[in-house]
């Protein structure tokens, strides 16, 4: 095949590892031509954790050895050989000057708009084609939000259910109810978790051992560890994942989804949102597992349909607003919060218990469960105000299943507010009495989660007052914290401008707290 018969060039995103990606449904290895990037610029637009990068390039290797076991022509730039994405594809474009590009949706707007870019600049024909991974397309979740000012999950969610069937019966929801909030919420007991069941975890094979070792050697000053790394890469690895949480785990994810426990990183959590994210695994695939554990009563309704909510509801509703609401999303900021992110986000070392130990893990393993990341780290950084597009550049950066069109709006919409409840219906604070509640991470700490000020003023707990007492005007408004208004109103203007007093003695020295 010459250069000038190439009639596609192919692009596979890192994040686009799907045997089924629509980029190849007419692909003709005749006259086509697959190009897959390491681009070392993309490990550095974020200062990504190493695990992050490790999982990227370990699952690309595996996918093109596939490709390549199918005898698909295939050109495969390794780090080193090109800084950017967007300079690899430019290079491709002036060697095999094909006569269009194709790819699938990316999962970032900037990729998107760097192809749409160069595309046009070079006057070549660009076909991006619908990512069929996903349950509802872009175009069909734009028409259902139309040009609504709010945005809830909920009506979503039961559109979803509907048209998938998931969960239905006769047209109406298994159990009589949409969801199983209520039952969803538990603690451990004083004790802790009884004993825990085991992961799967996957010894690097030779691939993995050599991107571990290139990943040292191009980002050797990125955070992170590689040492427990033993993530998923490949979908024999993700199917095995999913298989042994649906038999050992799903059964008490939804009594304990919200639960935290000290030096557990896992609990009873799934593990396979990197498989999801990366392709490996199908969302229909995943729920049809899911609802078969309940259906062969393997698992309770409410842990099936927490789990089931979180991809058919959430996953699918969060990426139809990343496009709906892209660019602005990227810059909102409601509450002109303009607080530097605390080193200490990046090596843990706080007097903060919680924080210490959902930084200490993430940066163990890449990883830490929702509402470690809604509760704690996103819940101090809206409390204490810091600068959303750095908060959302650490989300982006430390969490190994972390693509931006999951990241972004469950960070600057969800945790920190930061496009004003264009799709919460509310800021999600609380103090460091809610930690106590669902951890143990208040046990030892230096700081009380009842003491608003003073040196043993839990931060959680006096940003929290702080919080309330200077967005009054706005949260006074909204009944789904008015019980917040209520209690703070319950404190005299002298405990309150001490509080504020104390908040910003917090802030001046928020790097040794």
Same mark, same amino acid.
């Given at each position: ?73 295939? %050109? ?39 192809? @749409? ?16 991974? =996903? ?24 559109? *979803? ?18 969801? =199983? ?19 799967? /975890? ?47 785990? @799903? ?77 602005? *999303? ?16 990046? %090596?843990?070392? %706080? ?59 469950? %960070? ?10 264009? =799709? ?38 006096? =940003? ?31 405990? /309150? ?11 001046? /020295?928020?790097?040794?707290?």
């Amino acid at each position: 095949m010459t250069n000038k018969a190439l009639r596609h060039l192919v692009l596979i995103l890192g994040d686009q590892l799907n045997a089924d990606n629509p980029a190849l449904a007419d692909f003709d290895p005749a006259q086509d031509r697959i190009l897959m990037v390491e681009a070392t610029g993309e490990g550095a637009h974020v200062w990504s954790h190493k695990a992050r990068i490790a999982v990227f390039l370990s699952a690309m290797r595996h996918y093109a050895g596939e490709l390549e076991a199918r005898a698909l022509p295939l %050109t495969y730039w390794k780090l080193g050989e090109h800084a950017t994405l967007e300079l690899a594809w430019e290079a491709a474009i002036a060697q095999f000057q094909p006569q269009k590009l194709v790819v699938c949706e990316p999962g970032e707007w900037r990729l998107e708009q760097s192809l @749409l870019a160069l595309c046009e600049r070079l006057k070549l024909p660009l076909a991006i084609r619908e990512d069929t991974h =996903f349950m509802i397309s872009r175009s069909d979740f734009a028409t259902w939000a139309g040009n609504k000012p709010t945005l809830l999950m909920e009506p979503f969610y039961r559109l *979803m259910r509907k048209r998938s069937g998931v969960l239905m019966q006769d047209g109406k929801p298994e159990g009589d109810a949409w969801n =199983f909030d209520k039952e969803n919420r538990g603690a451990f007991p004083k004790a802790g978790p009884a004993a825990l069941p085991q992961i799967c /975890r996957f010894a690097p094979d030779a691939i993995t051992a050599q991107v571990l070792a290139e990943v040292q050697q191009h980002f050797p000053d990125h955070p992170g560890e590689l040492a427990q790394f033993d993530w998923p890469v490949t979908r024999d690895h993700a199917l095995q994942a999913l298989e042994q949480f649906i038999h050992e785990r @799903l059964p008490e994810f939804g009594t304990y989804q919200d639960a935290m426990w000290s030096d557990e990183p896992y609990l009873y959590h799934a593990l396979i949102s990197s498989s999801l994210n990366l392709k490996l695994l199908d969302p229909r695939e995943v729920i049809a597992a899911a609802q078969d554990a309940w259906k062969k009563s393997r698992a309770p309704l409410p842990a099936v349909e927490g789990f089931i909510r979180q991809i058919l509801g959430w996953r699918e509703f969060i990426r139809g607003v990343y496009w709906r609401d892209m660019p602005q *999303m990227r810059e909102a900021n409601f509450f002109k919060h303009d607080m530097p992110l605390p080193a200490w986000y990046w %090596t843990g070392k %706080t007097h903060m218990n919680c924080m210490s130990q959902t930084i200490g893990q993430t940066l163990k393993h890449g990883y830490a469960h929702h509402i470690q990341r809604l509760m704690v780290t996103g819940n101090f950084a809206l409390l204490a105000g810091l600068v959303p597009q750095q908060v959302c550049d650490w989300y982006l950066a430390v969490y190994v299943d972390a693509v931006e069109w999951v990241e972004l709006p469950n %960070t600057a919409g969800m945790a920190l507010y930061a496009n004003g409840g264009r =799709f919460t219906s509310k800021p999600y604070v609380a103090s460091g009495a809610y930690i106590k509640r669902m951890s143990n991470y208040c046990s030892g700490c230096r700081y009380d989660p009842a003491v608003k000020t003073g040196a043993k003023a839990c931060p959680m707990t006096s =940003f929290y007052w702080d919080f309330l007492d200077r967005n009054e005007a706005l949260l006074s408004k909204n009944t789904r914290t008015l019980l917040m208004m209520k209690n703070l109103q319950r404190l005299s203007a002298e405990e /309150r401008a001490a509080i504020g007093e104390h908040a910003q003695r917090l802030r001046d /020295r928020i790097e040794e707290i």
